[in-house]
């Protein structure tokens, strides 16, 4: 009976030693994705230093560069966006060249920014800072212009109809060290554009996040092609020498009655070594070249 005993005991032993520990999970079948990888940290305050917009990939569909240069990059103070883009079609395209020639006559033309209206995505991806809170459920994003929040809910799937809202709605997961988020029912408001230079969008808008943690030698193509396509600002909220670790942003803009392909562009940003300061919107109550009020949203009517 002792025999027997010490026999089963040894049995037992074994098997608990070929079999996954408490709280670790088995390695999947088929060599898939490690459960067990650790989930980087995103938190934090990142600076993307630069203005207009986007960095556009140095290959293949993506982002309208700015056909007005201010030396070797983007001149912020005309917007021309390149309406000759293969991205855009022909409606959209003029929608595009219209607000090129209006930006040309020093008139300008209201955007989100200026008029103090919720950017939505991609285009609220041009602020200069943004701020991770990141947390198990739910990844809180701050931009730095006008308090503007978005929150990713994880590991959950949108609902089988959605609300359209300012920022959509957006689902996220992790894939290996990669954040992918989802949006979805991305409402068209007044202003609605995708970037700086009046690209629109229609209701069908879908865009796909990717975020990940760079060390600096990967990191550095996306900050070249920054430098060579936007005009650099509020340098002093980075240290110019840091190598440390980077946050990149690639995101692909799908878009039927838009665009004639998938497009992608990335962001790039450093950790911001300044206090995240609060920015308020002031509002223009004039349209340009005009004396017509516009639409700024006040509080005696809600709208978001």
Request: proline letters at 8%.
């Amino acid at each position: 009976m002792n025999l027997r005993r010490w026999e089963f005991l040894c049995l037992l032993t074994l098997a608990a030693a070929a079999a996954p520990g408490w709280g670790e999970a088995a390695a999947p079948a088929g060599g898939g994705t490690n459960v067990n990888a650790a989930i980087p940290n995103l938190s934090g305050v990142w600076a993307h230093t630069s203005i207009t917009g986007f960095e556009p990939l140095a290959s293949g569909p993506t982002s309208l560069r700015n056909l007005s240069r201010r030396g070797i990059t983007s001149d912020n103070r005309r917007l021309v966006g390149d309406y000759r883009n293969p991205i855009l079609k022909p409606e959209a395209a003029e929608i595009v060249r219209k607000h090129g020639e209006m930006s040309l006559t020093g008139t300008g033309y209201p955007t989100p920014r200026n008029q103090c209206w919720p950017g939505g995505i991609p285009f609220v991806f041009t602020t200069t800072a943004i701020q991770v809170l990141q947390q198990p459920g739910e990844i809180t994003f701050l931009y730095y212009e006008d308090h503007e929040v978005r929150h990713v809910r994880m590991n959950q799937g949108h609902p089988a109809k959605v609300t359209p809202s300012w920022y959509g709605d957006s689902v996220g997961h992790f894939e290996g060290d990669t954040l992918v988020v989802d949006t979805v029912g991305i409402k068209v408001g007044p202003y609605a554009m995708l970037d700086w230079y009046g690209t629109p969008h229609s209701p069908a808008l879908h865009v796909v996040e990717r975020y990940r943690l760079l060390d600096y030698d990967a990191a550095k193509e996306g900050l070249e092609r920054d430098a060579k396509e936007n005009f650099q600002v509020q340098l002093d909220t980075i240290d110019p020498d840091y190598k440390g670790k980077h946050l990149q942003l690639q995101f692909t803009v799908e878009d039927e009655g838009v665009f004639t392909t998938p497009w992608s562009a990335t962001m790039t940003y450093r950790p911001q070594v300044t206090e995240w300061e609060e920015s308020i919107c002031a509002e223009n109550p004039k349209k340009y070249g005009t004396e017509k009020d516009v639409a700024v949203p006040v509080a005696a009517k809600p709208d978001f």
